[in-house]
């Protein structure tokens, strides 16, 4: 009889236990088993996607924060050169406004370099899903107390493939800016990249 109730009282503490609790959480629920151990990533990340989802706004927003974009999605470079989506992710202690935020309009203005000001970081693109299927305008976001570098990189994104900022001075970069082509075929050519200090 003890051993029978020493068998139930181990099972019991089994079931219970938050590491088997966690084990049977579905993958999807990283963000419980963070809250089990307390150990919640600072950096927010997440993939935006734009194609195939309807004319509008595709905005990178992390529950009540905008994020910094980082990363252009594969392009379809063969066929209507489509842009599909764009990551995005927190800059690194730092911190975006919610309320100096405001869009640079592209199609219709002609060939060029089309930039966010001083200290803004691109955090969302119009993308128009008809016709040549293009992201026609990009929302500029305020990073809190920080400036732009003066010093840019510049990353061929008219390629089948994701097209990356990467580390500029030892120092992670964000989307800034796009050369947009306004002939033929609507297009994003260029991603300009730039670190905050």
Not at 12 to 23: D, G, H, K, V
Not at 86 to 96: E, S, Y
Not at 160 to 177: F, H, Q
């Amino acid at each position: 009889m003890k051993t029978y109730v020493l068998f139930i009282m181990l099972i019991a503490l089994y079931i219970c236990s938050p590491i088997t609790r966690a084990a049977q959480l579905p993958h999807t629920d990283h963000f419980e088993v963070s809250k089990l151990y307390g150990d919640v990533s600072t950096q927010a990340f997440d993939f935006y996607t734009m194609l195939g989802k309807g004319t509008g706004w595709k905005l990178a927003l992390y529950g009540n924060r905008r994020l910094a974009v980082h990363i252009l999605s594969a392009l379809n470079a063969s066929a209507d050169r489509s842009l599909y989506g764009f990551q995005a992710k927190d800059i690194d202690g730092m911190t975006l406004s919610t309320r100096q935020i405001y869009n640079v309009f592209m199609n219709g203005n002609g060939n060029n370099w089309y930039s966010c000001g001083n200290g803004f970081v691109v955090t969302g693109m119009y993308f128009y899903d008809e016709g040549d299927r293009s992201v026609e305008r990009f929302e500029c976001t305020r990073v809190l107390g920080k400036s732009s570098s003066s010093s840019h990189s510049y990353k061929y994104a008219d390629i089948n493939g994701p097209v990356l900022c990467g580390r500029v001075d030892g120092r992670d970069t964000y989307a800034t800016g796009f050369y947009y082509q306004d002939t033929g075929d609507d297009r994003i050519r260029y991603m300009k990249c730039s670190y905050f200090y």
